[in-house]
């Protein structure tokens, strides 16, 4: 979507008015726009509708947007990870470069960021998780057929009431209000059915009713739709969990709580900051936080329409939406603005948010369809957690459980079925793969594992779909940094080595390197995979953030991280968390192996749970309310937990027996070679 | 009436390191003790706080007049300087080799070798030799100061973090001790003898120094680190077992208090009252959290701290 | 002993009713941990948890007053024997003792002394809190209290003869003395006293702790409640052990008997003004309560008002460097500029790397409230608002030729703004991570 002019000069970096313009030509798909001297290049390729990438939100962290200027005078305000060759040879930063006079420009292909990724397994495993709920059978949206008796003199009980008389006589439900939808088609559904109808009932469940709008005691059944005669009507339900990164969606038959389709993309407000903090301050702006909000709607709406397509249902056929996000992603989905999130004292505009009629957010799902989207707790424990944390089976027993949900952001929540207390911590980029200079997301052909050869420090790799390696992903981040500190190439505080014979250490840009794979044995034969200082800097901030949130929870009610029982991971990490090297580098905690358990996306299932049962859905309200939360931006602990993190495992080596262990037998097996 | 037990049974104790061997007169053995700083009712404090007085191998430029008029010209001579600051009570020389810095006139392994031999020649004293604190230059003096003092047991530093292998080898081949260095905080202070300790050089030759602030200027943050680092210590983590060093000189005599006297404030009271107490007051507190050795720079102050040592041993 | 959040958190309601002000009665109970709340705001708690959860709250050192007004002290109540677990909340008090030879022009002027004096730090202003008098007659006795008192000023009566006390207490009206009648006086038998004055009463016994604590206890029976403990220092290391196990043996043991703010005359136990200050400085990081200081020179009671403010701040607030303007290196009119944030790894990782690469630059430190770069950015406290400010206050352009800033890498995005909040500054971003500078720095002095 082409920013209008008007973005452009909300930006602030439009040099003013008195600026000359200069033409700008962009390659290859040779279009040229006008822009006044001083312009962002990202602005121009902006204005001429097309598009680069702006992983970090154009604020030239990532270097992800890069292009090269092959004429014309240009001013660098970053150059991050551009290396002086490069520079010379024309890159630079669409986000952080001026164009001071006309210009050609090449725009270069990154990775593809709208791949779409069949969600086949992941309804599986939601088939497979077992929460004990009668889902299936209190779905919120619920089919009847009415035989109501027709009108005469005697008795001109308008049609609406007439059909709530039969309602409450035939099913015992009272209190029954219609949607206009409904009431404009009862009279004809009632008359072509021959006094047949199914009538479509949204029914919330009480405690949830009143926890969402105490005032509204009457309003637990609400007449959704009405057709005539007693065809079965088609009744879908769409789960959708907007992730930061990623936007995945189910489709779900609501009579039989079959998942019938699942579905992913790529959040498209990815364009505008990768991570919640730049898309908060890239949503300063009014217009841009309309912006943001058809963006994500968008993706939304685009995984919705496949589904339809695929499954040969139309728009109407979905009754219900279920939404969870973090409390970012729900502020914008919503319209709400976000940017006192980031500030102190860091409130959003609300924890719960009432039920939005979806045809005011522009979903394409039936007009009168509410959207519910899960309470958040946070700034930073949102509708994702609240969600999860119910997946997580956590409030069933008197077992301590911490639950992970590691992605961008570290949240977590620990406690059982008497409490829980949550946090989030922001464990950057490092495991989403983006950060890194060869980091990639975790698709086909990126490296997952890593074995490094003690003596020859060799590396073999193993890539998703045994690809071509193109680039690591964070569980081969979390593999081979593993790898590096059990050989020795690093030391504990994640420094490369000088000292390890062998040409794969070398000195590149940032301070050392290590060469995963020689660039001739990668997909594009360009450039080698390599990790350096910069990155393993990136990797240990995350590791350290995740840890030292869980470390700060745990304190803060009194336990030790050793007192957890059951660690349940979720998030979008992918299938393949490695515990073992996780473990080696102190990302997660040293408790056997058996406590740990991988959900996959619980932010998806808890919403596919609200949306089938509505005694899960009242449980996630009460997840919420009493779910506590823990502020880490005001906690000195946890820098100081954090610090000691920041060291492999750990600088508290006894909190890490299994890793001390490994690494000495490691020294007496390489002393003995 | 009965009064609970209040001693403690410390699973750890401190690890003595000894400055001094071979032609130094005096050997300086710091740390060893089992209890937190005098507690003499619970544990044995095996050596008392050691003081060492800090001399530079360049007149320095930006020292207070108050600490020029107190050495004299002895500044220019870091030998002079050494022998008098023997006389004047220091247990150890903290050598400086300042004139290495490249702005500082750059000079370099031999000019290093030669004042290490001259302030050997001139003390009876062990040594700490400091380099210019700039990495490739600490590297090369502190390479050749370890050498050249080979067989009596100097410590040399800082080293830290992002450059430690180069001096931490230097120590290990000459058998020197090695400061380690680190900002002021607790995991990092254990951060940087864990990666010291796996280059193998023993215990008994690590100092740490975990940075000090000054009175006024966050001295209250070093009593917490080294207190935390302290118990730890005790509590048997034998990471943090080494003594600690601190600079109380260099940072006491940065403050506004102890430099000057311009535009100060009637309240601040007698300028060289003051700053002599704002150097004495500094270690006093410090050496009240674990301190083990001091480098200081005022003979007064040096006579005050040295004299509240005694005080605080004599109940042992 | 002090309860856990969790072990609260199971005698309250449970049903996160919200009324006491937070958002879930675990956070509730977390605070009462952490004795940021009073039980009182939550209406629903039981009176077993009531009667539980007072037992556990009541502070293990009692709180003691002295004086009033605008100088009123308060003492005590502090919670933990090591400073990084939780901030030691009352600061020692500092008197001088003005003895009874004094001449009444010199005890005016002393009690002068103490009264005047004031001075700003950080912000704060630092004063002394009153004075220790030594009693002569009766009637001289209630005219230097009176005298003391009329100045504002905290007093304690140092007299032995229960005559010249009540005199003194008399003279001190409501401003709440401490009554000393010397370490080996029979406390309990001025008990009544110090109960009809509402005064405070010292209780000592030389070096014993056992006798201390029948010695309180006998005050206690004989109605005193306000105590302070002088344990009888002999020498300086007497001066560290005994409030060390004082400490220990109330906030460890929860021992009542020991529970109350001590009082030291680092003085008596030095042969100079700098001995005393260093003695009552050893004194201030651990565990007196009152400080009775024999000579009065203003460098002393400077530097003893500083470490005071210094060790009773919260140790959890993140260790900050005072922003501002910092030279690394000597640098140059010519010398590059760089901005960071003072949060002390932050600052000290950057300071490091600049002084490592043996280059000389200006270093900006600006006002993050204490968080790193990334941190303070997320929080909007390091943005380009902050940054132009203290280019600003510091005066930074005064003192270098060019009009370049260089920015952390990580907060690149700040470089638009920055140069709007700054006309006429270029705006350069540097490396992302700290290890960055020395290369950058070298590519900068090449271009
Ligand atoms: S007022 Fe009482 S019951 Fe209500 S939330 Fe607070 S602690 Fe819980
Ligand atoms: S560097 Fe330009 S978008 Fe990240």
């Given at each position: 979507m082409p920013l209008s002019d008007d973005t452009a000069l909300l930006d602030g970096t439009t040099a003013g008015a008195q600026a000359p313009d200069v033409a700008v030509r962009l390659e290859p798909a040779g279009v040229t726009v006008t822009v006044p001297a001083g312009s962002l290049l990202e602005d121009a390729i902006s204005k001429a509708g097309l598009r680069v990438a702006l992983?970090?939100?154009?604020?030239?962290?990532?270097?992800?947007?890069v292009v090269q200027v092959k004429e014309g005078s240009v001013r660098r305000r970053s150059t991050v990870r551009l290396g002086a060759e490069q520079i010379e040879e024309g890159y630079a930063l669409a986000c952080q470069t001026l164009v001071n006079s006309d210009a050609v420009v090449l725009l270069i292909d990154a990775e593809?960021?709208?791949?779409?990724?069949?969600g086949g397994d992941l309804a599986d495993k939601v088939a497979r998780e077992?929460?004990?709920?009668?889902r299936r059978r209190a779905p919120v949206v619920s089919a009847y057929r009415v035989v109501v008796p027709p009108p005469d003199m005697a008795d001109n009980t308008p049609d609406f009431e007439r059909l709530q008389r039969e309602m409450a006589l035939?099913?015992?439900?009272?209190r029954i209000t219609p949607s206009l939808t409904a009431l404009a088609r009862l009279p004809e559904s009632l008359r072509n059915g021959e006094w047949t109808v199914t009538a479509v009932i949204e029914q919330r469940d009480p405690d949830v009713a009143l926890a969402l709008d105490?005032?509204?005691?009457?309003?637990?059944?609400?007449?959704l739709d009405v057709f005539p005669g007693d065809q079965p009507p088609r009744l879908y339900g769409a789960a959708i969990d907007i992730g930061t990164t990623t936007v995945v969606a189910y489709l779900t038959d609501l009579a039989t709580g079959e998942v019938v389709d699942g579905l992913s993309a790529y959040n498209d407000q990815i364009a505008r900051g990768e991570d919640v903090i730049s898309r908060i301050i890239y949503g300063k702006q009014l217009a841009r936080r309309v912006e943001l909000r058809e963006r994500v709607v968008g993706t939304m709406n685009g995984l919705l329409d496949e589904m339809l397509s695929r499954k040969r249902l139309?728009?109407?056929?979905?009754?219900a939406v279920v939404v969870a996000g973090n409390t970012t992603m729900t502020h914008l989905f919503l319209g709400l603005?976000?940017?006192?999130?980031?500030?102190?004292?860091?409130?959003?505009?609300?924890?719960k948010f009432p039920l939005v009629p979806a045809s005011t957010l522009s979903?394409?799902?039936?007009?009168?369809a509410l959207v519910d989207c899960m309470p958040a707790v946070g700034a930073y424990v949102g509708g994702d957690i609240t969600a999860g944390a119910l997946i997580s089976g956590?409030?069933?027993?008197?077992e301590i459980a911490l639950f992970l949900d590691i992605g961008t952001n570290g949240e977590m929540v620990l406690g059982n079925n008497e409490w829980l207390i949550s946090c989030a911590c922001s464990a950057g980029p490092g495991f989403e793969?983006?950060?890194?200079?060869s980091g990639m997301r975790a698709?086909?052909?990126?490296?997952?594992e890593v074995w490094i050869?003690?003596?020859?420090f060799e590396p073999t790799v193993t890539t998703i779909g045994g690809d071509v390696p193109r680039g690591i992903c964070g569980s081969g981040m979390i593999s081979l940094m593993g790898e590096l500190m059990m050989t020795g190439i690093i030391n504990k505080s994640g420094r490369i080595s000088?000292?390890?014979?062998?040409?794969?250490?070398r000195e590149g840009h940032n301070g050392l390197e290590y060469v995963v794979v020689w660039a001739d044995d990668?997909?594009?034969?360009?450039r080698d995979i390599i990790l350096d200082d910069t990155d393993i800097i990136n990797l240990l901030r995350a590791k350290a953030a995740i840890y030292a949130g869980a470390a700060v929870l745990c304190e803060s009610v009194g336990?030790?991280?050793?007192?957890?029982d059951r660690v349940l991971i979720g998030g979008s990490?992918?299938?393949?968390?490695?515990v073992e090297k996780a473990i080696q580098i102190g990302?997660?905690?040293?408790?056997?192996?058996?406590r740990f358990s991988y959900l996959g996306n619980t932010s998806l299932q808890g919403a596919y749970h609200a949306l089938v049962c509505r005694t899960c859905r009242a449980e996630i309200e009460d997840i919420a309310s009493k779910m506590t939360y823990l502020?880490?931006?005001?906690?000195n602990r946890f820098m100081d937990a954090f610090t000691s993190a920041l060291f492999l495992p750990h600088t508290d080596e006894s909190l890490f027996p299994s890793v001390q262990q490994s690494l000495e037998a490691r020294k007496q097996g390489v002393s003995a070679v | 009436m009965a009064v609970p037990e209040v001693k403690e049974k410390y699973a750890g104790r401190i690890q003595e390191v000894t400055l001094g061997a071979g032609s130094r007169g005096k050997t300086v053995a710091i740390g060893g003790e089992s209890?937190?700083?005098?507690?003499?009712f619970e544990g044995t404090v095996a050596n008392r706080p050691a003081i060492a007085i800090e001399v530079s191998d360049r007149e320095p430029d930006d020292w207070s007049p108050l600490l020029k008029e107190a050495w004299?010209?002895?500044?220019?001579d870091p030998a002079k300087w050494a022998a008098k600051a023997e006389e004047l009570g220091a247990d150890v020389i903290a050598l400086?080799?300042?004139?290495?810095?490249p702005e500082r006139g750059n000079t370099g392994a031999d000019d290093a070798r030669k004042t290490v031999r001259k302030v050997l020649e001139a003390t009876t004293l062990p040594l700490i030799v400091y380099g210019p604190g700039q990495k490739d230059k600490d590297n090369e003096v502190l390479v050749a100061a370890a050498e050249e003092a080979k067989g009596e047991r100097i410590a040399i530093g800082?080293?830290?973090?992002?450059?430690?292998r180069t001096i931490v080898a230097a120590a290990l081949a000459n058998d020197q001790v090695v400061i380690a260095k680190s900002p002021m905080d607790v995991n990092l202070a254990k951060q940087l003898n864990v990666l010291i300790g796996d280059m193998g050089i023993?215990?008994?030759?690590i100092i740490m120094d975990p940075t000090t602030g000054a009175l006024g200027y966050g001295v209250e943050y070093s009593y917490s680190v080294m207190e935390r680092v302290r118990l730890a210590a005790l509590g048997g983590d034998a990471t943090l077992q080494q003594p600690m060093v601190l600079t109380v000189g260099y940072e006491a005599w940065r403050t506004k208090e102890a430099r000057t006297n311009d535009?100060?404030?009637?309240?601040?009271?007698d300028w060289a009252q003051r700053a002599i107490l704002w150097e004495a007051n500094t270690a006093i507190t410090l050496v009240n959290t674990g301190a083990n050795l001091l480098v200081l720079r005022h003979p007064q102050s040096v006579a005050l701290v040295r004299k509240a040592i005694d005080r605080l041993m004599a109940g042992a | 002993m002090a309860l856990s959040g969790i072990q609260i958190y199971k005698v309250?309601?449970?049903?996160?009713?919200?009324e006491c002000g937070v958002a879930t009665c675990l956070a509730f109970a977390m605070k009462l941990a952490a004795r940021?709340?009073?039980?009182?705001?939550?209406?629903?708690?039981?009176d077993e948890a009531k009667a539980m959860l007072d037992t556990a709250a009541a502070p293990p050192i009692r709180l003691i007053t002295l004086g009033a007004?605008?100088?009123k002290l308060e003492v005590g109540n502090e919670t933990v024997v090591y400073r990084h677990e939780k901030t030691f909340v009352h600061q020692p008090g500092l008197f001088l003792r003005l003895p009874a030879s004094l001449s009444d022009a010199d005890f005016a002027a002393g009690v002068d002394k103490v009264a005047g004096y004031t001075v700003e730090r950080v912000g704060q202003m630092l004063r002394t809190d009153g004075v220790a008098i030594e009693g002569a007659s009766a009637d001289a006795f209630a005219a230097r209290v009176k005298q003391a008192v009329d100045k504002g000023l905290a007093v304690i009566l140092l007299a032995s003869d229960p005559a010249v006390i009540e005199a003194g207490l008399a003279a001190a009206g409501n401003t709440k003395p401490l009554i000393y009648?010397?370490?080996?006086?029979?406390?309990a038998a001025l008990a009544p006293l110090a109960k009809k004055y509402s005064a405070s009463l010292t209780v000592g016994a030389a070096g014993d702790l056992e006798a201390l604590a029948a010695a309180t206890e006998k005050a206690v029976a004989a109605g005193a409640e306000d105590l302070v403990l002088?344990?009888?220092?002999?020498?300086w290391a007497d001066a560290l052990a005994l409030p060390a196990q004082l400490r220990r043996a109330a906030?460890?043991?929860?021992?009542?008997?020991?529970g109350y703010p001590i009082i030291a005359f680092p003085g008596s136990l030095s042969d100079s003004a700098e001995e005393e200050a260093m003695l009552a400085s050893l004194l201030i990081g651990k565990y007196a309560g009152l400080i009775v200081l024999d000579r009065f020179d203003q460098a002393v009671v400077y530097s003893l008002l500083a470490l005071r403010q210094n060790i009773y701040t919260?140790?959890?607030?993140?260790?900050q460097v005072s922003p501002g303007l910092y030279e690394i290196?000597?640098?140059?009119?010519g010398s590059p500029l760089l901005v960071t944030t003072n949060f002390s790894l932050t600052y000290f990782s950057v300071a490091g790397e600049v002084e490592g690469s043996g280059r000389k630059a200006w270093l900006l430190v600006a006002?993050?409230?204490?968080?790193?770069v990334l941190t303070a950015w997320a929080a909007g406290k390091f943005d380009a608002e902050a940054i132009a400010k203290a280019v600003k206050t510091t005066g930074v352009a005064e003192k270098i030729n060019h009009k370049s800033i260089v920015l952390p890498g990580a907060v690149a995005g700040l470089s638009g703004e920055l140069e709007e909040e700054l006309p006429g500054w270029k705006v350069l971003v540097g490396p992302r991570?700290?290890?960055?500078i020395p290369s950058y720095l070298k590519l900068l002095a090449s271009q």
């Open positions: 992983p970090c939100g154009g604020q030239g962290r990532c270097g992800r947007c593809p960021r709208q791949e779409r990724i069949v077992s929460v004990p709920c009668d035939q099913y015992g439900i009272r105490p005032t509204d005691s009457a309003g637990s059944y609400r007449l139309t728009r109407d056929d979905i009754l603005d976000p940017a006192n999130i980031r500030l102190e004292p860091y409130v959003g505009a609300a924890g979903l394409h799902v039936h007009p009168e956590m409030t069933e027993g008197e793969g983006a950060g890194a200079s698709v086909r052909g990126a490296i997952e050869d003690p003596v020859t000088p000292d390890i014979p062998t040409k794969r250490i990668t997909a594009t034969g360009e336990l030790s991280i050793t007192d957890v990490f992918g299938k393949h968390i490695d990302l997660l905690p040293d408790l056997p192996w058996d502020e880490l931006s005001a906690d | 209890t937190l700083p005098f507690l003499h004299g010209d002895v500044m220019g400086s080799l300042d004139s290495a810095h800082n080293a830290e973090e992002k450059n430690y023993p215990k008994d030759r535009e100060v404030p009637q309240e601040w009271g | 309250l309601p449970q049903t996160n009713c919200k940021q709340a009073e039980l009182s705001a939550c209406p629903y708690v039981s007004g605008d100088r009648a010397g370490a080996g006086a029979d406390s002088d344990p009888g220092m002999t020498g906030i460890k043991k929860n021992f009542k008997q020991l919260d140790p959890q607030k993140p260790i290196g000597e640098p140059e009119p006002d993050s409230e204490g968080l790193s991570e700290s290890i960055g």
